[in-house]
């Protein structure tokens, strides 16, 4: 399974980047990751007007859209957009962060799960 991640790197930028977690045939059940050891989970929901300016992550977590249409600017200037059902890892707990903004007009719900 592929997802986007955002990075810092040493001079301060952030990035983006695919991440592939591969999956194991598990027979009946399908397709399965190994094990990713989390520590935590929030469930969180943002208003319809959600704009979000530079900011960083205060920790390394998987983030899982359950609905809404957000982008994201990372500092190099890509930006890439998600919405209900994708899940991108952040990572720029350093640096100049992302900047995240709502596009659907309506609240977001989103689930942080807190990786270690």
Do not use: C
């Amino acid at each position: 399974m592929k997802i986007s991640r955002i990075y810092p790197t040493p001079d301060g930028e952030t990035h983006f980047d695919d991440v592939e977690y591969p999956l194991n045939d598990k027979g009946d059940i399908g397709l399965l990751s190994d094990l990713i050891v989390v520590n935590g989970l929030i469930f969180r929901q943002t208003p319809a007007d959600y704009d979000y300016a530079w900011h960083n992550t205060p920790h390394k977590q998987f983030v899982v859209m359950l609905d809404g249409h957000v982008e994201i600017t990372v500092s190099d200037g890509e930006k890439r957009q998600f919405r209900g059902g994708d899940v991108f890892l952040l990572e720029d707990t350093t640096g100049r962060g992302h900047h995240t903004r709502e596009l659907s007009g309506k609240p977001r719900r989103t689930l942080f799960i807190r990786a270690i």
